[in-house]
């Protein structure tokens, strides 16, 4: 009869949603994920094109992109990686912008001449190689260099810093895509899938820092 009850009275507390006595605590709490970034890097609803000569023609590419936004498939992918599904910890998201670079670098002057009787012949013109056209530091984000590539397409560039239970996380990452995209970010197939590429491999390099 006392084993009965005990049982019965066991499956009350599981049916009003209690833990067993000896279930952890911090299992039952889901990954908490504060979103500190500042208001150009989560506010835009369009392609934003950064300021400076050195920027120009790479985009921040909006949270509205995608749907569901990319903090939340952060957040869904870091709970179905780590082993405690995040425990009650918490990630500070600090910064975390994806770029859109269509920058290439130009070399030699825009027409090369040659004077022949009077007249100039037109030589050479600029030639075009992949890579951001100033040096990182100079860059206010998205920065690439051509060995990063593994396609023609212009990349996309993710920038994401931050804090997993208080230890300091810097992740970057380049997704070149196998196929042209339209480039606007507006809702094209091509566009969202390699945006959501971008996202998932943040979500990688981000859980390879929590692990190191």
């Given at each position: 009869?006392?084993?009965?009850?005990?049982?019965s009275?066991?499956?009350?507390?599981?049916?009003?949603?209690?833990?067993?006595?000896?279930?952890?605590a911090?299992?039952?709490?889901?990954?908490?994920?504060?979103?500190?970034?500042?208001?150009e890097?989560?506010?835009?609803?369009?392609?934003?094109?950064?300021?400076?000569?050195?920027?120009?023609?790479?985009?921040?590419?909006?949270?509205?992109?995608?749907?569901?936004?990319?903090?939340?498939?952060?957040?869904?992918?870091?709970?179905?990686?780590?082993?405690?599904?995040?425990?009650?910890?918490?990630?500070?998201?600090?910064?975390?912008?994806?770029?859109?670079?269509?920058?290439?670098?130009?070399?030699?002057?825009?027409?090369?001449?040659?004077?022949?009787?009077?007249?100039?012949?037109?030589?050479?013109?600029?030639?075009?190689?992949?890579?951001?056209?100033?040096?990182?530091?100079?860059?206010?984000?998205?920065?690439?260099?051509?060995?990063?590539?593994e396609?023609?397409?212009?990349?996309?560039?993710?920038?994401?810093?931050?804090?997993?239970?208080?230890?300091?996380?810097?992740?970057?990452?380049?997704?070149?895509?196998?196929?042209?995209?339209?480039?606007?970010?507006?809702?094209?197939?091509?566009?969202?899938?390699?945006?959501?590429?971008?996202?998932?491999?943040?979500?990688?390099?981000?859980?390879?820092?929590?692990?190191?």
């Amino acid at each position: 009869m006392r084993a009965t009850a005990a049982r019965s009275g066991l499956i009350a507390l599981l049916a009003l949603g209690a833990a067993p006595p000896n279930a952890s605590a911090d299992d039952a709490k889901p990954l908490v994920v504060i979103d500190l970034r500042p208001g150009e890097e989560k506010d835009a609803s369009s392609l934003t094109e950064l300021e400076g000569k050195c920027n120009k023609d790479v985009y921040r590419i909006p949270d509205v992109a995608s749907d569901p936004l990319k903090v939340d498939v952060l957040k869904t992918d870091l709970e179905g990686a780590l082993i405690d599904g995040g425990a009650g910890k918490t990630l500070t998201v600090l910064n975390w912008s994806i770029y859109y670079n269509r920058q290439v670098q130009k070399s030699g002057s825009p027409l090369s001449s040659v004077g022949i009787g009077g007249y100039n012949i037109p030589g050479k013109s600029k030639e075009r190689k992949a890579g951001s056209s100033c040096s990182r530091r100079e860059s206010a984000g998205g920065w690439y260099q051509a060995s990063e590539l593994e396609s023609v397409y212009f990349p996309l560039v993710s920038e994401f810093t931050g804090t997993f239970g208080g230890k300091p996380i810097t992740v970057r990452v380049l997704v070149s895509p196998h196929q042209k995209l339209e480039g606007k970010f507006a809702g094209a197939a091509t566009d969202t899938d390699a945006l959501l590429e971008a996202v998932h491999k943040t979500s990688e390099a981000v859980m390879s820092a929590i692990s190191q």
